[in-house]
């Protein structure tokens, strides 16, 4: 059973800093592509940044230059580092996994969310 554990949310000032984590166990993790997702009351879940099995990354127009994704195969993590946040940050992320080496919809494995609070 693929689990997704997100940790690393909480409440920041405008222009500061949070790192977002996400732990996979139950799937052979250097072989999965995962990304990041985020929601805001009445709004559809928008997508903020993938990583492929190979590294390769891609980001949503919104959060370019500022955001960072990354993954740690040895350890079964992937991460979100996002600098400058904005108010319009806010939201609950998701850490999203396709079994598949190469980004595509639709997902297949969803964690709980961790909520991001940015405070102007």
């Known amino acids: 059973q693929v689990q997704l554990v997100e940790s690393g949310g909480g409440l920041v000032e405008a222009g500061g800093s949070l790192r977002l984590s996400c732990v996979a166990s139950g799937t052979r993790f250097s072989l999965n592509s995962m990304g990041w997702f985020r929601q805001t009351p009445g709004k559809q879940r928008e997508l903020v940044a993938t990583i492929n099995g190979s590294g390769r990354t891609n980001y949503g127009d919104s959060v370019k230059g500022r955001f960072t994704i990354s993954r740690d195969n040895a350890k079964n993590t992937m991460y979100l580092q996002m600098n400058r946040l904005k108010p319009e940050d806010t939201g609950v992320y998701y850490c999203?996994?396709?079994?598949?080496?190469?980004?595509?919809?639709?997902?297949?494995?969803w964690g709980q969310g961790t909520q991001v609070t940015v405070s102007s």
């Open positions: 999203a996994l396709d079994r598949s080496t190469v980004w595509s919809l639709p997902v297949d494995y």
